[in-house]
């Protein structure tokens, strides 16, 4: 028995999240499940799932926030705006191909484009009003290569 697994899995879970996620695996695929630490599984789980949802409205706000910019100031276009746009696209493609992120994100998209037309007006010094009061884009649009080609 390793002294990881000598430890009891609460103490282990304070002491070494990684050490405590391999110990669960391992005692989940052996089936030894009266020895998992489910309450903290459970916090652990939930924690992830919203650390996931958060990256997901993070990655869109920036996505938003400088297609933005692209538009409404293209005499400043830069390559390092192309690639943050890109990056950001292709992050969320893998994260919201299906499932509760991609609800997820479509739940949030209106609340998430008002925050980067926030972004964009205080980083641009234009006015709020100089942008689309609600999302122009579905979320299948601004996740699209085609969107952002000039």
């Known amino acids: 028995m390793t002294t990881a697994q000598a430890l009891i899995p609460s103490a282990l879970y304070e002491q070494d999240e990684t050490a405590w996620l391999e110990t669960m695996a ?7 499940l ?13 924690d992830m799932a919203r650390r996931d ?19 409404h100031q293209a005499e400043q276009r830069s390559a390092s705006w192309r690639g943050t746009i890109i990056a950001q696209r292709q992050e969320l493609v893998g994260l919201v ?17 008002r925050q980067a037309v926030e972004r964009a007006s205080a980083e641009t010094g234009l006015p709020s009003e100089t942008f689309p009061a609600s999302s122009p884009f ?7 290569a085609e969107l952002h080609a000039d």
């Open 34 to 46: 009266e020895e998992v630490d489910y309450p903290n599984l459970a916090e652990y789980l939930t």
């Open 97 to 113: 191909s299906g499932g509760v992120l991609r609800r997820h994100a479509e739940k949030v998209l209106e609340t998430v484009y």
């Open 53 to 71: 949802r958060r990256e997901v409205e993070s990655r869109l706000i920036v996505l938003i926030l400088h297609v933005l910019k692209w538009t």
């Open 138 to 144: 579905s979320l299948d649009q601004w996740l699209s």
């Open 26 to 32: 391992e005692l989940i695929r052996t089936g030894r």
